[in-house]
């Protein structure tokens, strides 16, 4: 088995990349299929498979938590495989943990990481937003017109803002009303505004909706504010307007509020009207079908949907989001598309970075399979989430999940929120085990 | 696969005309040695057992700062023996209790062997 049988050299048939037609190139299947016992024999006698024949190529648009780890799990599974990142920045700020930069206990710039690494593993690094996706052709067109070919794609676009979901919410009105809900100039514009504020003022948060991004988020930002205020601005308070009556990690969330920002923080659930209808940055007030508050400082989290470009792509439903194969999390709308992280409707898994990490690793073992023309394995996933409520204080929500009727469903038995009755050391200990899981997947997405 | 014992015939004759003092055996530990960073560099690397993947997302597999132990080469039984007494109760946890009772023994082993086996 020293040589390299010969390769089909066909045309391969192209379809419009919906579900009828999810053949894969033939010759690619091969050049993976037979690649794995090839390269096992000598290359001292053997050229290296990948001469005179054309790699697979795999497209990953979106370099965060979910399309970072996607293309350095499938370099490092599989190095001939040809993995090009588009992205349109180069450094990457984390959101995990911006709270924290938010309450004044972290700068930015600990949430910021390059690409030097992802590209020193043999992955190109496009420098580019991607603004059309033809499924048929199997192209992703560029800002600059480029077109890039793929075999496979992987969109991990993450979240955009709705700016049609709240009336008076526009990316103006943003400027004056911060979401912060993606980590960068918005962070430092809201933590601007908290150190201006006079003592006394009031901060008014907006919370959505399910489902957006970070599902406890704005609950740890409501802590993280709140301390702040108690440590520095002791005659202010944080009004949280919530449009919905339960969120995650709640009873720890409002056990830890009672006993750390009694005076603090206030939150109104939906039932006691607050959910936000409409907003007016000229008058820093919003609205509730029962109040007008007025605000000091207003951080506005507004409805989300999948980021653009799978909506472009074709891969977002009605609902704004993205419907998955729970095994490959190939879209369920179009063929040989692959769609990750927070753009995705994922049954049990929350929108996470540690969701969008773990199902890189799980596709990416998916894809080596599909090109290879074998059946994907079934897999098994893991969510662990942190939210800091105070210093040296943790708490954490975990699940474990495993595809049952075509989504993710959570293992039964299994998963759960950090004990309601545990000691200030064990809150003390998921601080640390917070911190260290921040350093664990940045070092493992960027490093 | 190779016909071993031809393999060695040439290399043995390879080692001579090379000559300069590297033997056979040396050569063929040289050419183990090439075959084995090829074979991870080209080749496609085995898949992680289910749930195997997701450990990374807070057991680092390189060095970095945090309180959470590394699995890479840690012996097989150590990591199924912890799993388990997370799954029991028997060990104290923050979060692998709720963890390990989403997996099956048969599961843990698996993992447990796949870290065992990472460098």
Known sequence: MLKLRPLPTGTPGRNDGRRTASAIRSTRRQFLASGASAAAASALVAAPPALGQAAPRVVVVGGGFAGASLARALKKADPRIAVTLVEANRTFTACPFSNLVLGGLRSLDQQQFGYDKVAADGIEFAVASATQVEPGARRVVLASGSALGYDRLVLAPGIDLDWSGLAGYTEAAAEMMPHAWKAGAQTLLLRRQLEAMEDGGVVVMSAPANPFRCPPGPYERASLIANYLKTSKPRSKLIVLDAKDTFSKQRLFQNAWKELYPDHLEWVALSMGGKVTSVDPSAMTLTTDFATHKAAVANVIPPQTAGHIARIAGVADNTGWCPIDPVTFESKLVANIHVLGDATIAGGMPKSAFTANAQAKVCSAAIVKLLAGEAPSQPKLINTCYSIVGPNYGISVAGVYVPKNGVLTDVQGAGGVSPTDAPRSVRAQEALFAEGWFNTITGEVFG | ?119
């Open chain 2, 1 to 119: 696969m190779m016909n071993e014992e031809r393999f060695q015939t040439a290399l043995d004759g390879l080692a001579a005309f090379l000559g300069g003092g590297m033997g056979a055996r040396r050569l063929w530990l040289c050419i183990l040695a090439f075959g084995a960073t090829t074979e991870t560099a080209m080749a496609a690397s085995p898949e992680p057992p289910p749930g195997a993947s997701s450990c990374l997302g807070c057991h680092a597999p390189r060095r970095v700062d945090t309180a959470v132990p590394p699995l890479a080469g840690r012996q097989a039984a150590d990591i199924l023996a912890q799993m388990q007494a997370f799954k029991s109760g028997q060990k104290p946890a923050t979060v692998m209790d709720r963890i390990a009772k989403g997996f099956t023994d048969a599961e843990i082993e698996a993992i447990a062997d796949w870290y065992a086996r990472q460098k």
